[in-house]
Each structure stands twice: as structure tokens, then as C-alpha cells.
């Protein structure tokens, strides 16, 4: 049974930073597709950043590219997401998220992954 437990979320200011965990078990290939998504009030879930476990090879959705940046720490099983010069339009629920086999080359839809972690809440204050 694979799970995914996040943690990290929290309230910041307007360009302040976050990291973001999300902790995998119950899996043990080496290949998959992991990634960040996010959810905010009354809008569809979308793709943040995606990472290819076969090459660490990363994408990201043009509204974070330069402030966001995902890894993985192959020893602990753990993705990363470090989210700098935080902006209000960043408030949601961030949601990690794994796939195996799945090679992903770019960010996405939300139907591409079947495991889920439960959400963790970051705030951005203008």
C-alpha cells in the first residue's frame, strides 16, 4: 500500500518562503513520476512542479518557475518542494502525489497520478 504524508505547510508574508514534505512508503521502485499539486478556493486542482525519479529530470508550471524548486531525497524516500518569494496567489492546499512507471516530461493533469497525500495548507499574506 503506497501512502504519502506531507507536512511543512503553514502562514507566511508575501515573499517569504516554504518547504514542503511529503514522505513516501510502501514503495520501492525506483522508477516514477512524483509531483506537487495545488488546490485553492472554488478552482480546479493544478500542477506545480513534477520530477522523474529515472533522471531527476523537473518541470514546473510557468507561475512558479524561478521561485519553486523540487527534489527528492532518494535515501529518505522524501519530495521536496522549496517555495521562495512567496505570493498571495500561492494560497491553497498543496498536494503531493506519485506514480509508478509513469514517465512524466512535463507537469501533468491530476488524472496521471493514483496516489495521493492527504494536503497540507499554505497561506500567503499580501
Known amino acids: 500500500q503506497v501512502q504519502l504524508v506531507e507536512s511543512g505547510g503553514g502562514s507566511v508574508q508575501a515573499g517569504g518562503s516554504l518547504r514542503l514534505s511529503c514522505v513516501v512508503f510502501?514503495?520501492?521502485?525506483?522508477?516514477?513520476?512524483m509531483g506537487w499539486f495545488r488546490q485553492a478556493p472554488g478552482k480546479e486542482r493544478e500542477g506545480v512542479a513534477t520530477i522523474y525519479t529515472g533522471g531527476d529530470n523537473t518541470y514546473y508550471t510557468d507561475s512558479v518557475k524561478g521561485r519553486f524548486t523540487i527534489s527528492r531525497d532518494r535515501s529518505s524516500n522524501t519530495l521536496y518542494l522549496q517555495m521562495n518569494s512567496l505570493k498571495p496567489e500561492d494560497t491553497a492546499i498543496y498536494y503531493c502525489?506519485?506514480?509508478?512507471?509513469?514517465?512524466?516530461?512535463?507537469?501533468?493533469?491530476?488524472?496521471?497520478?493514483?496516489?495521493w497525500g492527504q494536503g497540507t495548507q499554505v497561506t500567503v499574506s499580501s
Open positions: 502525489a506519485a506514480e509508478p512507471y509513469f514517465v512524466c516530461a512535463a507537469v501533468p493533469g491530476r488524472g496521471a497520478f493514483r496516489f
Open positions: 510502501g514503495y520501492s521502485s525506483s522508477r516514477y513520476c
